[in-house]
């Protein structure tokens, strides 16, 4: 079996700085890169910006600056923001890149020389915020003005010479294809969406435009720039050196084993672009899963209707892992999720300070004045020691196959759980009242050090920061976490000295905020 993985984000449209709901799509995708990582595979995180096409184009004429120089200023935040995220990433591209380029008018020429596109005319719908062609039932009039029904955004008429990809020859295939592949499409609900579309009838797809120049150009017809989707989807291999296909990293990293996106865009990924990758003759994706939005109020959060959670600046005041926890936990991944700071703020009080700060502290604490900061020589465990430490040996297989089945939720509540039965493990020993038996005082200390550790190992892909932070306290850097250890109730070494541990999360004063 394979122990690669590949999982990539969108690549983001840098005609504004980023928002919250950018930074949910890449943290989500960060959570399932490191437990990957941790659980011993290969991974390959790739994420980037999309950077041709009207939209892009436009937003650069509104702020006076050419194309190029407005995508590298709007690039640099998001390249910025994936650092101040703690993303581990191990690539950014850009679609302005050389190497995508190339990429991009290699797919194209193979999809030509198949007779997959042919030239025509389209005359239709097109949402330049969407960057999206819609049928006439698909469009409806709001307040005299004709807007897409799925987004609400506005819709201009079209008619102009375009290339079209067949796309309705690969209807069949297509369904095929989610038959076989029971979990291409995750969630389910979505997959019955993307289904019935399908079945409704595909038509075939323009896939050049030749009223504006900013994209990448038809190889054998230069008055015509590639449609942006093609060129954005195709990052996910050009990124791996397509069409190198002895490349180390095409060869083993493609098919990519999940594109995570949110639920506005899985239309292209789950019936265009495994289309284009067919009618290449190029295997198709493993998975695609559409997430949620991030909701401000009631509405998506958006530039355009002005509701933007900077988080930035929600970083700055409350720290980067709260904010990674919060959205982990909050959202319940694959539904629409509403953010607010007072939940934020509870969330930090009673998840992170009052329960896995707390453990942490106190158990720490308790080591300084009894066991003068070592881990203490264990006696044999006792029927209640061995109940909460093999808790996680039962849940192992349950752990991995909630990270695979993208269940994040499942495996943030099971940290819960443990945290609460380790915080009431320590208060009913309380070890504190058995100075007489230092054997068995000992022993709830190591089992309650061997407790923080595995907890803390399933919480460093959603916290990676503060994890260290906590895993430093036994000498153990990133490089020694492997998430098989938690199963291993003997991991820590008596006598190794623990150091001294500085609080993890301040407690927020709710009422003076
Ligand atoms: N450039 C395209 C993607 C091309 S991928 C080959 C694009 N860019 S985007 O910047 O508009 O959006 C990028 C991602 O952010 C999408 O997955 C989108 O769903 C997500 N989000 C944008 N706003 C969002 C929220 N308010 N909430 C959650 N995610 C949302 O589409």
């Known amino acids: 079996m394979s122990k690669n993985y590949y999982i990539t984000t969108p690549i983001y449209y ?8 950018h930074a949910y799509s890449s943290i989500v995708v960060d959570f399932f890169a490191r437990f990957k990582k941790i659980e011993g595979y290969k991974v390959f995180f790739l994420t980037g910006t999309d950077e041709h096409g009207l939209k892009i184009q436009r937003a650069a004429e509104k702020n006076k600056k050419k194309p190029l120089e407005f995508c590298d200023q709007i690039s640099k935040t998001f390249k910025e923001l994936s650092k101040t995220l703690n993303l581990s990433n191990n690539d950014f591209i850009r679609t302005t890149e050389k190497r995508h380029q190339k990429s991009v008018q290699n797919l194209w020429n193979v999809l030509e020389k198949k007779g997959e596109i042919y030239l025509s005319k389209y005359s239709g719908w097109y949402s330049v915020s969407d960057e999206a062609f819609y049928l006439d039932n698909e469009i409806e009039t709001v307040e005299g ?24 020859k690969w209807q069949n295939k297509l ?15 979505r997959k019955n969406e ?12 323009s896939v050049s435009r030749k009223s504006f120049s900013w994209g990448i150009k038809v190889p054998s017809n230069n008055d015509h720039v590639i449609y942006v989707w093609l060129d954005a989807l195709t990052n996910y291999i050009s990124a791996l ?5 002895n490349d180390e990293l095409y060869k083993n990293f493609w098919p990519a084993d999940i594109h995570i996106i949110g639920k506005d865009i899985l239309r292209f990924h789950a019936i265009y672009w495994p289309a284009f990758l067919l009618a290449a003759n190029i295997e198709p994706p493993k998975r695609v899963y ?10 998506k959060m958006s530039k355009s209707k002005g509701n933007i959670l900077d988080p930035l600046d929600i970083i700055q005041k409350y720290g980067l892992d709260p904010l990674r926890y919060y959205l982990l936990k909050e959202v319940s991944f694959g539904n629409d999720g509403n953010i607010s700071k007072e939940k934020l703020e509870n969330c930090i009080n009673s998840d992170l300070a009052n329960n896995y700060g707390n453990l942490c502290q106190r158990v720490t604490a308790f080591c300084e004045k009894n066991t003068d900061l070592k881990v203490p020589q264990k006696d044999k465990f006792n029927d209640e020691d061995l109940k909460i430490l ?17 269940n994040i939720n499942q495996y943030i509540n099971f940290i819960l ?28 200390v190591y089992v309650s050090l061997e407790l923080i550790r595995k907890i803390t190992i399933m919480l460093y892909p959603i916290m990676p920061n503060t994890t260290l932070k906590v895993l430093k306290i036994f000498g153990m850097k990133e490089s020694d976490i492997d998430f098989n250890s938690i199963t291993n109730n003997e991991y820590l070494l008596v006598d190794k000295k623990i150091n001294k541990l500085e609080i993890l999360f301040k407690k927020i004063d709710i009422n003076n905020d």
Do not use: C
């Not at 050196?241 to 296909?245: D, G, L, S, T």
């Open 417 to 444: 759980d443990q945290l609460f039965a380790a915080n009431k493990y320590f208060n009913d020993q309380e070890p504190w009242k058995k100075k007489s038996d230092i054997k068995r005082l000992n022993t709830i």
């Open 241 to 245: 050196n397509y069409p190198n296909e």
């Open 194 to 205: 993307v289904v019935s579309f399908v079945k409704s009838g595909l038509k075939d797809l």
């Open 145 to 168: 003005i004709k807007v897409a029904k799925s987004s609400g955004s506005s819709v201009e008429w079209l008619e102009e010479e375009s290339y079209f990809f067949k796309l309705s």
């Open 175 to 189: 369904l095929d294809l989610y038959e076989k592949n029971s979990n291409f499409i995750l969630p389910k609900s």
């Open 14 to 21: 840098p005609s504004a700085k980023p928002h919250m709901g």
């Open 390 to 406: 093999n808790k996680y040996n039962s849940n192992f297989e349950n752990l991995i196959k909630y990270t695979d089945t993208q």
């Open 290 to 299: 559409g997430h949620g939005w991030i909701l401000s109020g009631e509405e």
